[in-house]
C-alpha cells in the first residue's frame, strides 16, 4: 500500500455539483494537508490539521470545505466551485506540523486533478 | 507575493553533466529548506534538505547548496541521468512552523540521452 493514496485521481464536475476528495495516509503519521498546484505556479497550500485539529486555513474561500476525522483520513468537500480551481489538489502528510525532531518532509499522494465546467 | 522563486522554469541538460536547479527567496526568517521532485502524475517526493546552520549538505549525486546573504539555494545533479527528468520543486519554511512551507514554482528538468 502507498504512504498517501488520494481518490478520486481525476474529477470532473460542474459549477452546481458537490464533490468530495478524500485522502489517506497508512503512515502513522499525526499532521495532514492540502496544497493546491495549478499551471505554472507555485503550490500553495490550503489547510494543516495537525492531531486532527486545523491549524492552518490559508485564507480560503468557504467552498472549499475541509474534514479531519482522524489522523488518517482528510477530505475535501466541494461546492459551487469556479472554473479557476481547476487544478491538481494534493494531499500530504507529515509527523506532526511542529517540534524538534520534525525534519519538515512531507509526503505526498499523487493528487486529484480537478476540472470544473 | 511570492516567497520561493524558482525563475528557470525549465533546464536541459546533458547525460553525465551537471545539472543546477536554482531557487531564489525573499523572507529572511527562513531557516530549513527542502527540494523535492516530481514525475507526472506522481506526487512530489522529498530529495534533500538544508537547514539555515550549514551552507551544503550532499546526498550520493545530489548535492545542496544554500548562500543566506543572498537568499539563494542551488541543487546539483552530478552526474545527471536520464531518470533525473522530472520537475523539482524548492520549498522554504521556519523550522518552527512546519504548519508552514512556501514553495516555489518548480523547474522542469529534461537530461538528454
Known amino acids: 500500500e502507498t504512504g498517501v493514496t488520494q481518490t478520486p485521481r481525476h474529477l470532473v464536475m460542474g459549477m452546481t455539483n458537490k464533490k468530495s476528495l478524500k485522502c489517506e495516509q497508512h503512515?502513522?503519521?499525526?499532521?495532514m494537508y492540502w496544497y493546491k498546484q495549478s499551471a505554472k505556479k507555485p503550490l500553495e497550500l490550503m489547510f494543516v490539521?495537525?492531531?486532527?485539529?486545523?491549524?492552518e486555513n490559508n485564507s480560503v474561500p468557504s467552498r472549499f470545505s475541509p474534514e479531519c476525522p482522524n489522523s488518517s483520513h482528510l477530505f475535501l468537500h466541494l461546492h459551487t466551485l469556479q472554473p479557476e480551481d481547476s487544478a491538481l489538489y494534493l494531499c500530504?502528510?507529515?509527523?506532526?506540523?511542529?517540534?524538534?525532531?520534525?525534519?519538515?518532509?512531507?509526503?505526498f499522494g499523487e493528487g486529484s486533478r480537478l476540472t470544473v465546467l | 507575493d511570492q516567497q520561493v522563486k524558482q525563475n528557470s522554469p525549465s533546464l536541459s541538460v546533458q547525460e553525465g553533466r551537471i545539472s543546477i536547479l536554482n531557487c531564489d527567496y525573499t523572507n529572511s526568517m527562513f531557516d530549513y529548506f527542502l527540494w523535492y521532485k516530481k514525475y507526472p502524475a506522481e506526487g512530489p517526493t522529498f530529495l534533500i534538505s538544508?537547514?539555515?546552520?550549514?551552507d551544503k549538505n550532499e546526498d550520493g549525486r545530489f548535492t545542496v547548496f544554500l548562500n543566506k546573504s543572498a537568499k539563494h539555494l542551488s541543487l546539483h545533479i552530478v552526474p545527471s541521468q536520464p531518470g533525473d527528468s522530472a520537475v523539482y520543486f524548492c520549498?522554504?519554511?521556519?523550522?518552527?512552523?512546519?504548519?508552514?512551507?512556501?514553495f516555489g514554482s518548480g523547474t522542469k528538468l529534461n537530461v538528454k540521452p
Open positions: 500530504a502528510s507529515s509527523q506532526d506540523a511542529s517540534g524538534a525532531l520534525n525534519t519538515g518532509e512531507l509526503f
Open positions: 538544508i537547514s539555515s546552520i550549514k
Open positions: 520549498a522554504a519554511s521556519v523550522v518552527n512552523n512546519f504548519n508552514k512551507f512556501y
Open positions: 490539521y495537525n492531531f486532527k485539529e486545523q491549524t
Open positions: 503512515l502513522g503519521h499525526n499532521a
